[in-house]
């Protein structure tokens, strides 16, 4: 991804932004062996940016999914024993990105790009989210129909797309993220979601044994940030 090159140079660490932008200004940037100006922008995946004659290094970027198990807080709190952040690697800055809830289980995707979080969990960029529901009773074609034509909730307006496996398993596929969605939704008719998993996000579908992380194919990344 473009940025410009001082806040490039500042995430790498080396200086400061205002100090970056005073080295352009002096000509002492170089991006792919050219010298740039100020408002230049570079992508440090791809682009050799030099500062004089070091080389700045970008931090590598961490993309994982874990399919979190039941009872485990989506929480960055070392007092919590049983928190995601103990079911993947320790030594990555990564964050979990978005949240599901301590009963919930499935697809939570952890890394240390803001961009990434950012594209995932923003409204903006209508990232589908499939969950596979267990209801308290069997569903009513009505209640269906009803889903699929929008509910208003006390947040907002929300329609589902359904897959019904029986009447009390189904499949959702919702653009929200907002706490308690789904529940919330099937509340609001009448249910009471027993069982919640989340199965996929975007075009990513879940692939790995409760309680186990896999890093994310660069496919996947590219297919997640568009
Ligand atoms: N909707 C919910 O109600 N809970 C979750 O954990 C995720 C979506």
């Given at each position: 991804m473009e940025e410009r090159v001082q806040k490039i140079i500042a995430n790498a660490g080396h200086c400061s932004r205002?100090?970056?932008?005073?080295?352009i200004a002096q000509g002492k940037v170089r991006v792919n062996g050219r010298v740039i100006k100020l408002g230049d922008k570079a992508d440090i995946a791809k682009d050799e940016i030099l500062v004089g004659t070091t080389r700045i290094e970008g931090a590598r970027r961490v993309y994982l999914m874990l399919n979190k198990p039941r009872g485990y807080e989506v929480s960055m709190s070392p007092l919590i024993r049983k928190s995601v952040m103990n079911l993947v690697p320790q030594d990555e800055r990564i964050v979990p990105v978005g949240r599901l809830d301590k009963n919930t289980t499935g697809l939570l995707f952890?890394?240390?790009?803001?961009?990434?979080?950012?594209?995932?969990?923003?409204?903006?960029?209508?990232?589908?989210?499939?969950?596979?529901?267990?209801?308290?009773?069997?569903?009513?074609?009505?209640?269906?129909?009803?889903?699929?034509?929008?509910?208003?909730?006390?947040?907002?307006?929300?329609?589902?797309?359904?897959?019904?496996?029986?009447?009390?398993?189904?499949?959702?596929?919702?653009?929200?993220?907002?706490?308690?969605?789904?529940?919330?939704?099937?509340?609001?008719?009448g249910y009471y979601v027993k069982e919640l998993s989340r199965t996929r996000i975007g075009p990513v579908k879940l692939d790995v044994k409760i309680g186990k992380w896999r890093y994310l194919h660069q496919r996947e990344i590219d297919q997640l940030m568009r």
């Open positions: 205002r100090a970056a932008e005073e080295f952890f890394t240390n790009d803001g961009d990434f979080a950012n594209r995932i969990t923003h409204p903006r960029y209508e990232k589908e989210k499939t969950y596979a529901v267990v209801l308290d009773r069997k569903i009513s074609k009505e209640d269906i129909k009803k889903i699929e034509e929008g509910v208003h909730l006390k947040d907002g307006f929300l329609k589902g797309k359904i897959k019904v496996y029986s009447p009390t398993n189904l499949e959702i596929t919702i653009h929200e993220g907002k706490k308690w969605i789904v529940k919330r939704l099937f509340f609001k008719q």
